[in-house]
């Protein structure tokens, strides 16, 4: 008697593990779209997921890492050998070089309860600010001149002409007058240079009109803290 209790049990346990939904993200779990421009933005994929369990499955959570990427799951609760698509949008435009974000998809599969899905990307500018996308003013103070300065690089494979800027302040001046033609992995470096006329914060921006069909004009934003001057009116 106790032998055939045994098998029973061991029989139970047996349809016990392998009555279970399986999570199965089918291509694997990353998508990389490798060299794209900020143009392409926003980049989409869709993520197929399938059962290949034999219980119900349940997608408890899809969450994407950041706020630059949705990705809504048209159905969270699986039969075995169901399949549901999640569509993924992902915003690239404010970025430049190698990006990867995540996505968070949770189930009940209790040997896969947590997959990372990988969004992964290259964004080429053709037209890039460096070190930064922006202008730093360093020690201003009221009635002195200071200045800041930025690289803008040609990456792409053309010649690209500056033809100009726009400043705001319009009493900030540039070291960009005319015409300047970027050969391929070419910089010019703008500095800028501005008088500040009252003490506390100070914003400015370059808008650089550019031959380039995808960027005909460039904004590079500054910014700075002005110091009150013992010489100088600072109201």
Not at 99 to 105: D, P, R
Request: glycine share 6%; charged share 20%.
């Amino acid at each position: 008697m106790k032998y055939y209790i045994s098998i029973f049990i061991l029989f139970f346990c047996f349809v016990i593990a392998y009555s279970q939904p399986k999570i199965e993200i089918v291509g694997g779990n990353e998508k990389n779209w490798g060299k794209v421009s900020p143009k392409d933005s926003p980049l989409k994929t869709t993520i197929l997921i399938k059962n290949s369990g034999n219980q119900p499955l349940n997608l408890s959570k899809v969450k994407p890492g950041c706020g630059c990427t949705t990705a809504p799951v048209k159905k969270d609760v699986l039969s075995p050998g169901e399949t549901t698509d999640i569509d993924v949008t992902f915003n690239v435009s404010g970025n430049t070089g190698p990006v990867t974000k995540t996505i968070a998809i949770e189930s009940n599969d209790p040997n896969n309860p947590n997959i990372t899905y990988y969004l992964k990307a290259e964004v080429i500018r053709p037209l890039q600010i460096l070190p930064s996308s922006y202008m730093t003013f360093n020690t201003l103070q009221v009635g002195l001149e200071g200045e800041a300065k930025v690289r803008i690089k040609n990456n792409s494979n053309e010649n690209v002409t500056l033809l100009g800027v726009e400043t705001d302040p319009k009493e900030m001046k540039t070291n960009l007058n005319g015409k300047k033609t970027l050969k391929p992995q070419e910089e010019f470096e703008i500095v800028a240079k501005v008088v500040p006329t009252k003490a506390g914060a100070i914003n400015t921006r370059i808008s650089v009109k550019t031959n380039h069909p995808d960027f005909p004009v460039l904004d590079i934003f500054g910014y700075g803290r002005v110091a009150e001057s013992p010489i100088f009116n600072n109201k």
